[in-house]
T-cell receptor
Framework: RKEVEQDPGPFNVPEGATVAFNCTYS??????FFWYRQDCRKEPKLLMS???SGNEDGRFTAQLNRASQYISLLIRDSKLSDSATYLC????????????????FGQGTILTVHP | DAGVIQSPRHEVTEMGQEVTLRCKPI?????LFWYRQTMMRGLELLIY????????DSGMPEDRFSAKMPNASFSTLKIQPSEPRDSAVYFC?????????????FGPGTRLTVL
């Protein structure tokens, strides 16, 4: 089983649509979770961190379910500029819960928003 | 701030040649990470440093790969000899802390093609 698994898509949606991405992770000791965005032929950039209580940043909402080891990202009112690859990212941690800097990236979910 | 700087941006070489990739992290960041991205394997961590000391090199594919960080503002990733399967985009990233909670800032990457 991969450490971080995502639905690769691609998702093709019209402007204004709501789209949701899902991700599962295998290390139950992981403490930190993120969504990164990567534009075509560019570097990944942090989109948002994911907190246990769920968090929202404008049109973007991230949710974490520790029991199911599941992370989601919801994009509302999608824009053309949202077209990118969305990477689910989980940090490493040992059984004792000590976090360390190794981030594991999912394969990414490709989103294309069309007019 | 200039962000993470990588050079060269593109490198085309022939099998068997030595390749050296360079990275300058963001000033004040104590952690530096080298990643490789391919279509097949996605984004993989190769090695990371804390205060110029290698912490985890378990992702380095084989002895042909080596990385150094002689000072806080410079790191190199060397491949010798290079092989066609090394063709990928190599990213350098840096962060302030290394517990996985802090944002990693990526450089623009070096696109390596080995013929």
């Amino acid at each position: 089983r991969k450490e971080v698994e995502q639905d690769p898509g691609p998702f093709n949606v019209p402007e204004g649509a709501t789209v949701a991405f899902n991700c599962t992770y295998s290390n139950s000791a992981s403490q930190s979770f993120f969504w990164y965005r990567q534009d075509c032929r560019k570097e990944p950039k942090l989109l948002m961190s994911v907190y246990s209580s769920g968090n929202e940043d404008g049109r973007f909402t991230a949710q974490l379910n520790r029991a199911s080891q599941y992370i989601s990202l919801l994009i509302r009112d999608s824009k053309l500029s949202d077209s990118a690859t969305y990477l689910c990212v989980v940090n490493g941690a040992n059984a004792g819960g000590t976090s360390y800097g190794k981030l594991t990236f999912g394969q990414g979910t490709i989103l294309t928003v069309h007019p | 701030d200039a962000g993470v700087i990588q050079s060269p941006r593109h490198e085309v070489t022939e099998m068997g040649q030595e390749v050296t990739l360079r990275c300058k992290p963001i000033s004040g960041h104590d952690y530096l990470f080298w990643y490789r991205q391919t279509m097949m394997r996605g984004l993989e961590l190769l090695i990371y440093f804390n205060n110029n000391v290698p912490i985890d090199d378990s992702g380095m594919p084989e002895d042909r790969f080596s990385a150094k960080m002689p000072n806080a503002s410079f790191s190199t990733l060397k491949i010798q000899p290079s092989e066609p399967r090394d063709s990928a985009v190599y990213f350098c990233a840096s962060s302030f802390n290394g517990d996985g909670t802090d944002t990693q800032y990526f450089g623009p990457g070096t696109r390596l093609t080995v013929l």
